[in-house]
């Protein structure tokens, strides 16, 4: 079985590379390709595969290429992690977005709005070779912002496109951690959008152990979510969010600590990432080695300005460990390759699951996967206060993918305005002319 790695020469890579190692059942994947504009970047990463999989039996045999086409012909799957403007883009994205006062951060807010504009027409190109090409191959969308994206590809796709993300999963098992149960027994009733949804309840034999922990003052407290919202905000709302809430729900916070510190995050992973893919230029650089010590510090500084506006200090060790997007990833291959049912949080189709958004909106939730895909089982109604601001965001994400479509410079400037956390129709024109002329990607929005 064949796997096509879109942003094949991005850091990340390793982790999925890695989940693949450990497979060993029949239907495994067998043959990776990795895909990449950047050659520098598509050697560095095959060296570190090269390294991984020495000594593992069958390890699947890597091929790195700079032709799209190339890398969609007889793929069975098609893992999507591309990064329209590289780190570069969104270090722009954030710095634009903090001068006029509001969050730029790459998925959420002003930050998400560019990045999306710049990335909908490359992931919609994408989409269509994919149908020409690859018509039998499944698409799993990591591609930031990843619900947009996702429902971009599948106006092509159809159900054959399903995001991931690994924050609901992460949520999910720290929760389950606290409250002393194994995560993999436990059913997460999570709901929402891609970054913007909440865990409403953990079931486990049949009983919601959520209200045990929300009535645990010292439980709350223990986690990264219960020291990043704290337990009073948690208890009010009756459920704990996830993590990218905290940017709408500490908003004046989150920008001020954004605009105080010393990089911002796309600037310091800019920084990294760039070390790192300098020092493996250099030969005999032991590419596994830096790779795992660089991705280690990664963890151990994401949302390092959250936490510092809710003044908690660094991530405790026990919540460094993310959901596992590759894990995710695997699971969801496995289930459509071979028919083993799963029960994953994705990002698909709506349908009748939200009576909230139409039936194409792309939701984040609970999902049965089978050979015939995924499918979102019911949930019970969103609170209005949640309703708000999905719905919101939905509508400003349908904005941003009919300027897309049209090239409307207005559209554009209506998908900013919009948002909840961008306050203001002349930030929202300043933030569009800021854009266009950093990004030659947005050169299509058109006066």
């Known amino acids: 079985m064949k796997l096509t790695i879109l942003g094949g020469g991005g850091f990340r890579v390793p982790l999925v590379y890695g989940a693949l ?8 994947v067998t043959q990776v390709t990795l895909y990449d504009l950047d050659e520098g970047r598509l050697s560095a990463i095959a060296r570190v595969l090269a390294e991984q999989g020495e000594g593992v039996p069958d390890a699947p045999g890597v091929t790195a290429t700079t032709d799209l086409d190339e890398a969609l012909r007889g793929a069975d799957f098609v893992f999507s992690a591309i990064r329209v403007g590289g780190l570069e883009g969104r270090a722009a994205d954030e710095r634009i977005a903090l001068a006029e006062g509001v969050l730029g951060q790459e998925t959420v807010g002003a930050g998400g709005i560019a990045y999306g504009l710049r990335t909908v027409p490359v992931a919609v190109h994408i989409a269509r070779r994919v149908a020409e090409l690859a018509p039998g191959a499944w698409v799993i969308n990591f591609t930031n912002p990843a619900g947009l994206v996702t429902e971009a590809m599948s106006r092509i796709l159809g159900d054959r496109v399903v995001g991931i993300c690994d924050s609901p999963v992460g949520l999910g098992r720290r929760v389950a951690r606290i409250l002393g149960a194994d995560p993999d027994r436990a059913w997460i009733d999570y709901v929402g959008l891609n970054h913007l949804g909440w865990l409403r309840g953990l079931w486990i ?7 045990r922990l929300l009535a645990d003052e010292e439980a709350l407290g223990s986690f990264e979510e219960g020291r990043l919202f ?10 704990i969010p996830n993590e990218y809430l905290h940017y709408y729900y500490f908003n004046r916070e989150a920008v001020q600590a954004y605009r ?4 911002t995050r796309g600037a310091y992973l800019r920084d990294q990432q760039g070390a790192f893919y300098q020092e493996m230029g ?18 151990a500084t994401y949302m390092a300005a959250n936490r510092e506006a809710a003044g908690i200090g660094e991530r405790d060790e026990e919540d460094l460990e993310s959901g596992g997007y590759e894990k995710v990833a695997l699971a969801l291959m496995r289930a459509i390759a071979r028919g083993e049912r799963a029960t994953l949080i994705l990002n ?10 139409d039936a194409d909106a792309v939701i984040e939730v609970p999902c049965f996967v089978d050979a015939n895909g995924a499918h ?17 965001v939905k509508a400003v994400e349908r904005e941003v993918l009919a300027a897309a ?20 129709v002349t930030v929202a024109r300043r933030l569009v002319e800021g854009y266009t002329a950093e990004h030659a990607g947005l050169a299509y929005l058109r006066h």
Do not use: C, I, M, Q
């Open 405 to 424: 479509e049209s090239g409307s410079r207005a559209t554009a400037v209506k998908a900013f305005a919009l948002h909840p956390l961008v306050d203001s």
């Open 21 to 28: 190692l450990g497979d060993h059942a029949e239907g495994r």
């Open 376 to 392: 979102p089982v019911e949930v019970s109604p969103l609170p209005y206060h949640a309703v708000g601001l999905v719905t919101a």
């Open 205 to 211: 034999d049949g009983r919601d152990e959520l209200p």
């Open 260 to 263: 105080s510190a010393e990089r």
């Open 282 to 299: 250099k030969p005999g650089t032991p590419a596994l080695a830096a790779w795992h010590r660089t991705h280690a510090d990664r963890e």
């Open 230 to 239: 704290g337990p009073e905000w948690l208890r009010s709302l009756g459920a």
């Open 348 to 357: 698909v189709r709506n349908g009748t699951t939200l009576a909230a958004l």
